[in-house]
């Protein structure tokens, strides 16, 4: 199985920072990984998709890179709205697997 | 658009059985799979397996697999998730979601609300 390991677990911030998650691959799985939103008491939402996509309807102050086995997610003027849980995806063979998560909170 | 709506929450004893219910809202159902993503209490999200309704494919994570059925029919738009026999540390919430495939690339969207199964003695 590939294991998807998040950087940091949380982390806290005030609105209008830039923010950056990491998340590592046990191997290399090219572009195919996805990042999702989480809200409290809610399901989870796709922000990004292939490592660096943004999903429709999604704000243009996220963005996705990177490839073979390092990708991150950034959030650039962290807004109120995005204060959540963010997991990465891979998406390349079974099992899929997921990241710890990387919780957004308020500084 | 489409939508995912899951059945309700669900409190059970260890040992009962239980089949949970994911239902798509469109006809174009049968073009997905399907897949349940489990969330244990305060915890990440884990893949269990996903199934093609078109055929009742399915593939599991090794983790769950003969501990949970995954099952469809499609005449209804239908997908499930079923014990034979719970343990407490089946608690959790689960999530179906739709297999979204584009150019190449494959993820979840739209997810289930979820259901909260709680096993307790």
């Known amino acids: 199985d590939i294991q998807m390991t998040q950087s940091p677990s949380s982390l806290s911030a005030f609105v209008g920072d830039r923010v950056t998650i990491t998340c590592r691959a046990s191997?290399?799985?090219?572009?195919?990984l996805n990042w999702y939103q989480q809200k409290p008491g809610k399901a989870p939402n796709v922000l990004i998709y292939g490592a660096s996509n943004l999903e429709r309807r999604v704000p243009s102050r996220f963005s996705g890179s990177g490839s073979g086995t390092d990708f991150t997610l950034t959030i650039t003027n962290l807004q109120p709205e995005d204060f959540a849980t963010y997991y990465c995806?891979?998406?390349?063979?079974?099992?899929?697997?997921f990241g710890g998560g990387t919780k957004v909170e308020i500084k | 658009e489409v939508q995912l709506v899951q059945s309700g929450a669900e409190v059970k004893k260890p040992g009962e059985s239980l089949r949970i219910s994911c239902k798509g809202s469109e006809d174009s159902f049968t073009s997905y799979t399907i897949s349940w993503v489990r969330q244990m209490p305060g915890k990440g999200l884990e893949w269990m397996g996903r199934i093609d309704p078109k055929d009742s494919y399915t593939r599991y994570s090794s983790s769950f697999q003969g501990h949970v059925t995954i099952s469809a029919d499609k005449s209804i738009n239908t997908v499930y998730l079923e014990w034979g026999s719970l343990k407490a540390s089946d608690t959790a919430i689960y999530h179906c979601?739709?297999?979204?495939?584009?150019?190449?690339?494959?993820?979840?969207?739209?997810w289930g609300q979820g259901t909260l199964v709680t096993v307790s003695s």
């Open positions: 995806q891979q998406s390349y063979s079974i099992p899929l697997t």
């Open positions: 979601a739709r297999d979204v495939t584009s150019m190449d690339h494959s993820w979840f969207d739209p």
């Open positions: 191997q290399s799985i090219n572009r195919y």
